[in-house]
């Protein structure tokens, strides 16, 4: 592993704009986009997949593959990815720097405490949350009412949804879901993302009139506690790939995508930046393109679409997906052509990417890779887990091809559309739903929200196991409804979030959390318990 003072010079970045956390990451100044803003960017390409398994379907590993990928061909990517919660670190899915020899490295860091980043966030957010309650108890000037804002900490806990304190009924939401997170995400400076944190809507007076962040103060302190965390972080793969690991909002509740500007130095700084959207395309790259796209200045130039043989037969109905069943796996595949569908309607170039399992058979690898051809797919089968970039240099040079074609992206709705427009759109063309209705409480809440005049991108919160709102459907549904139970408002994020029936903003764990399989040695090493 290159010391990484050594590779923010190989880069283009300056010692002085290098701020080292150690010997093996380190914090870049946003004083490297001022200077390099007249720069051309490099290639943008989006890597997405299709709906996964519980476990997930190694989008993370394949993002990593594809830069090792490129830097084997000869060309200078950098990827960005986000920065993992604890939540998940401990619960179902594990870390996410990704596996085998597809990795970014210190793990062990990036999983657990890294520069800090979640603990500013959750500090900064527990901090408004103080404010408020101090305000209420210190004589209310204010008026307030209802308070909107929750506290948050970055863990799996369901016993902290709702709790009921001395000042009033509150709540907690994981950090990754909080509106912090989205606002250190979408800010593109210390200004900017002061400006965002004033305009978060703390709660209702007793006129139920909106009340600021900006009416109540503090919002100073919030960004000092955040200035450090607003720079992006940098660290490696274990070939030497330079990787942005910033911003971790979830995807099924929040945008799910990495900071803006560690998007942007990557843009500035590689020939292409690969990112990854979390989850599915109904998610992740929904919200990448109606939500952080336009932040960019930059639209995406290729798509990458992550499948597995096991999340195709799972799918396709397979009660254990680990095992051959090519049946299932054939009865799978509409799911994936919807989500292509999609990216085509969209106008966007991409390719398939199927991950490689070291159990997966033969046949079925052979099916899947005609079934693409024959349908006028390109697709690439991936094998960066067992074999690094050396094992994706057919999904880097499709890339390389595809980045080069140009594109016209087609919005799947546009600015003037109105929220309950945007909600229609995105569940009719990119679900696939027949029909979308609207509990009592949502109505009434677009309602005076359209009365305020905040008519505002939206970020839907859904369960990315389905394409639906139910995660016991799989595969591609029969004509299906879509239920939205609550509209809520992240002002300062810029959005309005769309809560589908049953989302949980604060998750639980599962029966047997990886919390209780991690061995750890006297070296302080960690595997998980087979």
Known sequence: MEKIASLCEKMGVAPEECIPYGFDKAKIDLKVLKRLEKKKDGKLILVTAINPTPAGEGKTTVSIGLTQGLKYIGKHPILALREPSLGPVFGLKGGATGGGKSVVVPEDDINLHFTGDLHAITAANNLLAALIDNHMFQGNELNLETITWKRCMDMNDRNLREIETPQRKDGFVITAASEIMAILALSTDLMDLKRRINNILIGYNKDQNPVFVSDLGGADA??????????????????????????????????????????????????????????????????????????????????????????????????????????????????????????????????????????????????????????????????????GGEGMVDLANIIVEIAEKPSTINPIYTAQDTPKEKIEKIAKNIYGANEVVFSKRATAQLESYEKLGWNLPVCMAKTPLSITGDPNVHGLPEPFTLTISEIRPSLGAGFLVALTKGIMVMPGLNKTPRALNIMIDAEGNVTDKE
């Open 222 to 387: 919030l960004v000092w506690l955040l200035k450090n965390a607003l720079n992006p972080n940098l660290v490696q793969t274990i070939d030497g790939v330079p990787t942005f690991v910033h911003a971790g909002p979830f995807a099924n509740i929040a945008h799910g995508c990495n900071s803006i500007v560690a998007t942007k130095l990557a843009l500035k700084l590689g020939d292409y930046a690969v990112t990854e959207a979390g989850f599915g395309a109904d998610l992740g790259m929904e919200k990448f393109l109606d939500i952080k796209m336009p932040h960019l200045g930059k639209n995406v130039d290729a798509v990458v679409i992550v499948t597995t043989l096991r999340a195709l037969k799972s799918h396709g109905g397979a009660e254990d997906f680990s095992q051959p069943d090519l049946q299932a796996m054939i009865q799978g595949l509409p799911l994936l052509a919807k989500h292509l569908s999609n990216i085509r309607q969209i106008g966007l170039p991409y390719v398939i990417a199927v991950n490689h399992y070291y159990n997966d058979v033969e046949d079925e690898i052979a099916y899947i890779m005609n079934w693409a051809k024959s349908e006028g797919h390109k697709i690439a089968l991936c094998d960066g887990f067992a074999k």
